[in-house]
């Protein structure tokens, strides 16, 4: 057992929620690796903490002996070759306490399915959305991009990047009080997207290899595995700047396979959002209706019936448009599509968008 298994990993999310976590190191690593923007030094902590997080190997899982309507409530879950446990021991005041006893393959979803939206989760009520999207930025204004995952939101992000233009986010934008803000995560990265972005000459002949090779066992296991390299920011693009938060002059939803950008309404943007960050909470979004029932809090099953509210109100006086998926896109059309995105990002601009 490692001396450090208990050694507690500090991090500030830009001051919307401070936590640490602390426990079997492989598990830390990952979660550390995912949020290392956001590490701070362990010898000035946080005064006050808004959530706990103990990560465990699932072999020192052992059922509560208390009524199933009392705390702390289980929830098994699993995820191809990963299983695992989450507890919930303490929801009703900071820090709220969250156990995570998960197997070998468990740390590469611990992050993704598990931290990332214990976080979306607890800064809701403060005013803080996170949108599954990224965020295309030009002198101090953005627009959102949201999709599924494989949609091709980092596609068009990394051709907007290399244009010059400054990084706000890609795997998740936070929305509060009018303001889209940062979220700086690694960027998952493929073969084919690595060569089409012509950013392959950044990156260490063995970082080049390793790309290469983890798309090639993908292909073998037919997608089985997500084995998508995770590369830093600055690692790909060094130098680039990275901006706090801008206003918005649009929003853009990838769904479906019509031509060119459809303007929809605000109403439907919110519940297009809804529905993409339902899925991207994974099973966390099932916890909450349960943790409900048991606790007696409503606030917790009317999660997403208030996030739908409190986006339709940010983006109500947006243009709100849907575009087909990126993935199939010639690099030439690609490039169209972000000329006529550019235009949306300048408020007075009157140009007319019907199709590429």
Not at 86 to 115: C, D, H, T, W
Not at 325 to 330: E, M, T
Request: charged share 25%; aromatic share 10%.
């Amino acid at each position: 057992m490692s001396k450090n298994l208990f050694k507690p990993v500090y991090f500030d999310l830009d001051g919307i929620c401070q936590f640490q976590i602390y426990g079997q190191p492989a598990l830390a690593q990952a979660v550390r690796r995912e949020l290392s923007f956001y590490q701070i030094d362990p010898q000035n902590p946080p005064i006050t903490l808004d959530l706990e997080i103990e990560l465990n190997h699932l072999s020192r899982y052992q059922k509560s002996k208390n009524p199933p309507e009392m705390p702390p409530f289980d929830f098994p879950g699993r995820h191809k070759l990963a299983r695992w446990v989450i507890r919930f021991e303490r929801l009703a005041q900071p820090p709220r306490r969250i156990k995570f006893y998960g197997n070998a393959f468990s740390k590469m979803i611990v992050a993704k399915q598990m931290v990332e939206p214990a976080l979306r989760w607890l800064a809701q009520p403060l005013g803080f959305i996170w949108v599954h999207s990224t965020c295309l930025v030009k002198e101090g204004r953005g627009i959102l991009i949201a999709g599924q995952g494989g949609t091709g939101k980092t596609r068009l992000l990394l051709n907007w990047l290399k244009q010059g233009n400054p990084f706000l986010s890609d795997d998740f934008t936070i929305l509060s009080f009018g303001k889209a803000r940062r979220y700086v995560t690694p960027l998952r990265i493929g073969a084919r997207l690595l060569l089409e972005s012509g950013l392959s000459k950044n990156l260490t002949a063995s970082r080049k290899t390793g790309i290469y090779l983890r798309t090639a066992i993908r292909k073998i296991l037919f997608n089985y595995a997500h084995l998508q390299a995770k590369l830093e920011l600055q690692e790909l693009l060094p130098g680039i700047q990275i901006v706090d938060q801008v206003d918005l002059s649009a929003a853009v939803v990838i769904e479906g396979d019509g031509p060119g950008l459809k303007k929809i309404s605000p109403l439907e943007m919110a519940e297009k959002l809804v529905e993409i960050n339902k899925k991207e909470m994974y099973g966390f979004a099932d916890y909450l209706p349960q943790l409900s029932e048991k606790t007696g809090d409503k606030n917790l099953a009317q999660f997403f019936i208030t996030q739908r509210g409190r986006l339709l109100e940010f983006l109500k006086d947006l243009p709100c448009y849907q575009i087909p998926l990126l993935r199939n896109y010639r690099s030439k059309d690609l490039l169209s599509l972000l000329e006529q995105l550019s235009f949306l990002l300048n408020p007075a601009s009157s140009v007319r968008i019907d199709g590429l």
